[in-house]
């Protein structure tokens, strides 16, 4: 099982990034997918979540308007297309797939928002 997230970086304030997790050895489709943020002393937070089928979609408070979360269950990918980004978007991004009796994570790509 792999989920590997690319597309991190640093990026100025109001700028857009999109992030990608590209998964393996898992029937992706089954699996709701999540995106978690995790900043410097803070705990990790749920920031995007898409059931198996994108049927249902839910944000954090902090992101709705700004980030949208996709999957492509055919190329096994989910996407966190993040807008307008914040000095306070800065963290480490966390890819995650989830159902009944399994919780995979990702290894996490770094997000700087800084002038």
């Known amino acids: 099982v792999q989920l590997v997230e690319s597309g991190g970086g640093l990026v100025q304030p109001g700028r857009s990034l999109r992030l990608s997790c590209a998964a393996s050895?898992?029937?992706?489709?089954?699996?709701?997918m999540n995106w978690y943020r995790q900043a410097p002393g803070k705990e990790r937070e749920l920031v995007a979540t898409?059931?198996?089928?994108?049927?249902?979609?839910n944000y954090a408070d902090s992101v709705k308007g700004r980030f949208t979360i996709s999957r492509d269950n055919i190329k096994k990918e989910t996407y966190l297309q993040m807008n307008s980004l914040r000095p306070e978007d800065t963290a480490v991004y966390y890819c995650?797939?989830?159902?009944?009796?399994?919780?995979?994570w990702g290894r996490g790509t770094q997000i700087t928002v800084s002038s």
């Open positions: 050895g898992f029937a992706f489709s089954s699996y709701d």
């Open positions: 995650n797939a989830r159902r009944v009796r399994a919780d995979y």
């Open positions: 898409m059931s198996s089928f994108g049927g249902r979609i």
